[in-house]
């Protein structure tokens, strides 16, 4: 599986952001996606997580009720719904995926990751 993500730009504290994760190569079989990301000087953490069929999600404290994760397994892209944003929250976001239907906030239980895409909040 291949991820492109795309979406990531500069905004302002408090405003919101769209990030898109495209999925292409061998998409026919169930995947379970997630977004992580990495602050300077920081190691990737966990962001959000979706099922392959969209039922189950979950989130990093840190986000929990600002963020939302999405999928659209029909267009075979992730999305990452970034609201009430924080300067903590400029980061490199990736998308990440795993040959399995259930989520996980485990890092290495993902083997394809997208490039990332940075996220800018100022304050």
């Known amino acids: 599986v291949q991820l492109v993500e795309s979406g990531g730009g500069l905004v302002q504290a408090g405003g919101s952001l769209r990030l898109s994760c495209a999925a292409s190569g061998r998409t026919s079989s169930s995947y379970a996606m997630g977004w992580f990301r990495q602050a300077p000087g920081k190691e990737r953490e966990f962001v959000a997580a979706?099922?392959?069929?969209?039922?189950?999600?979950r989130y990093a404290d840190s986000v929990q009720g600002r963020f939302t994760i999405s999928r659209d397994n029909a267009k075979n892209t992730g999305y990452l719904q970034m609201n009430s944003l924080k300067p903590e929250d400029t980061a490199v976001y990736y998308c990440?995926?795993?040959?399995?239907?259930?989520?996980?906030?485990?890092?290495?239980?993902?083997?394809?990751w997208g490039q990332g895409t940075q996220v800018t909040v100022s304050s």
């Open positions: 990440a995926a795993r040959r399995y239907p259930s989520t996980s906030a485990v890092l290495t239980d993902f083997p394809f």
């Open positions: 979706i099922s392959w069929g969209g039922g189950t999600t």
